[in-house]
């Protein structure tokens, strides 16, 4: 079982920026994939970044350029950087984690509300 702890969401103005971070409560160097989606109301749930064991990350195409995302191995911790923040980033985030083991597991932070308007 892997519990995980969003902080960092808020409110910012267009262009501004924000740091989400995921502290899990296991070494993340065993965790495959650890990753941030958002949901925004009355929409799906969809992959905001994610970033392998490796080191390889991948982006949703209204992210690229803006959004970046890290592990810090050490911290057992995922950081979000968002910068030049849309009122479209308007969302609940959520931090993922796919650990190697147990097959098919998936777990799930709580979710960090993140605001963008003027």
């Known amino acids: 079982q892997v519990q995980l702890v969003e902080s960092g969401g808020g409110s910012a103005q267009p262009g501004g920026s924000l740091r989400l971070s995921c502290a899990a409560s296991?070494?993340?160097?065993?965790?495959?994939?650890m990753g941030w989606y958002r949901q925004a109301p009355g929409k799906q749930r969809e992959l905001v970044a994610r970033?392998?064991?490796?080191?390889?990350?991948n982006y949703a195409d209204s992210v690229k350029g803006r959004f970046t995302i890290s592990r810090d191995n050490a911290k057992n911790t995922v950081y979000l950087q968002m910068n030049s923040l849309k009122p479209e980033d308007t969302a609940v985030y959520y931090c993922?984690?796919?650990?190697?083991?147990?097959?098919?597991?998936?777990?799930w932070g709580q979710g960090t509300q993140v605001t963008v308007s003027s």
């Open positions: 970033a392998t064991i490796g080191g390889s990350t």
């Open positions: 296991t070494t993340i160097s065993r965790i495959y994939y």
């Open positions: 993922n984690a796919v650990p190697l083991l147990p097959p098919g597991a998936d777990y």
